[in-house]
């Protein structure tokens, strides 16, 4: 059981008992309980011998913590739970719990409700030392009581404190949008001495927490916040006092021991800070004044540079109306010329109209005109056309309906639906006989008997078959044909060569140049026969280089020829077809 013998002043206090047990003595030692530095109890045996055993181990038992205190988060005191500091009733001072008797017998009250409290010294450690109310106690106002007296009681006693830097600062934008920021500062961050600290004394309407005459500074007004800080009602009649005052921030302060407070009022200023100074107004007017120069020169340079760019504007804008006037003339004269174009282009497609409706009427009447002639005058015109003494008996195929378009001579007819529709039709530009179009072409230039039309409509077909298979045309299975020959006369070769199954290639000749076809007219040849615009062209691009070719045979130019990937004899019926070569006269019928 241990009893205690007496109570030492705060900040030196110890405590002592004795026990007896088995024979043994024992004494129990224990030291104050400041944050930094901690000694624990220790129990000493007479039986140990002498002094220096029992004083070694009491220096064994020392434990030092330096720079935290030794209970975690969970340790510290919280709100409402527990109350660090308690009120002596002798002296009115704040103390710590380790710093006076155990238990009820402390002498102290809660600085809140002012209700006599217990001295918790929590040798074991699992707490932090504290005092606490009696069971059945509401009071809500002990914590933050005994933090803001402990405060200004260290700060009394001290007579030190801690002050945080104080800037005066301006943030201003000049006309050329750059930022300046001048400052100064008007209180270094440090501790400072005081010469005389006065608590809770009334200045004017308020009463401050503490006012002080900090060297250096002079008067400052200080307030201590645990829960309630300075609302803006009290500092209008501070700054109306012309006196500088700072706040210290207790509310998330936990670690509540007078070491942890006097490191946070005199060594760490992070948690005070500026409620209001007298010089930083005047402060902020030198600032502004001491770059107004710069400010000024901005503004000179923002109006240079505002009319600079006034003049460009002008300038561009006056550049934009000329360019977009012109754009707008050279539009209206590309509309003015595309509607010229349009009205040309219409114009000769009205006069090509025109002209084209002439010519059909033109073509009707004359053959209606050839309609209306007898048989023998037919031939005459027939023969006339086509530049012969007789009809070709080349043309003279047997058909059925031969005789359907009232004429003896179906030569007659058959010459008539050559040299109208196959003979120098790739020289006006016609490479295709489509067989409806030749039914009714022949209609209008003879005379078919009433009930006979669908033998005239035979007769057509067969005879267009049979120019097929003779050379003249190709059949494109699509109620159409192709014109494979430049004329009459290319058509009779191709037949020579055709029919003349032993057919030597050295009689082959060329045509003479005034009777050689135009570019025109072989390609019109060309392009229906290949049917391929890629072989066509390559078709093509070999007759083009015929008349470079004269001096050599026909035979070297067919073997020359041949480097397009066609045959000789394929090479030489093109060249025939196209009126270039022609068949020696001993081989004409």
Known sequence: MIKTLRRMAAGSAFMAGEDRRAGARSRWFCYPYPSEEFTIATSVSERDGTLDARKRLCDNAVVTMTGASPYTRQDMHTPGDSIPFALSVADERVYEPRAVPLGKNCGCVCPGCK?????????????APHFAHAPGSDCATGFETALHLAAKQLIESRAVLAFPELVASLKIADDTGTMHKPERQLVASGRRPLKSVV????LGQIRPDVRVDAEGLGAVLVEVAVTHFVDERKLQLIEQEQIPAIEIDLSKFRDATFAALERALFDDPRCTRWLYHPGVAKAKRDLRESIQWLLDAATKNAEAWARTHAAREEAERAENAARNAQQTARLLAEVEAADT???????????????????????????????????????????RRLGLDRLP????????????????????????????LVHQQPAKGNGWVARNYARAWMRHRFSVPPGRDLEANDAIDDYLMKLAAAGALIDCRTNSYVIAVADLTCFEHVTAVKNDRNFDPARLQWTPKDHWPDKAQVWVLTET???????????????SEMHRNTGFSPIQICEWASQIGATKEAIAHYLIRTGYLRVGPTVLV
């Open 115 to 127: 209700q006599p409290v217990y001295a918790k010294h929590c040798m074991s450690g699992k707490r």
């Open 199 to 202: 608590l809770e004394e009334r």
């Open 341 to 383: 174009r349009r009205a040309q282009v219409a114009e000769r497609k009205r006069v090509a109209d025109e002209s084209s409706r002439r010519r059909r009427l033109e073509e009707l009447r004359r053959a209606a005109a050839f309609k209306a002639r007898p048989e023998e005058q037919k031939r005459e015109i027939l023969l």
């Open 393 to 420: 008996p080349i043309l003279s195929l047997s058909v059925r309906g031969a005789t359907a378009f009232g004429v003896k001579d179906p030569l007659v007819w058959q010459a008539t639906l050559f040299g109208g």
């Open 529 to 543: 026969m290949k049917r391929n615009v890629n072989e066509a062209g390559r078709w093509f691009k070999m007759a």
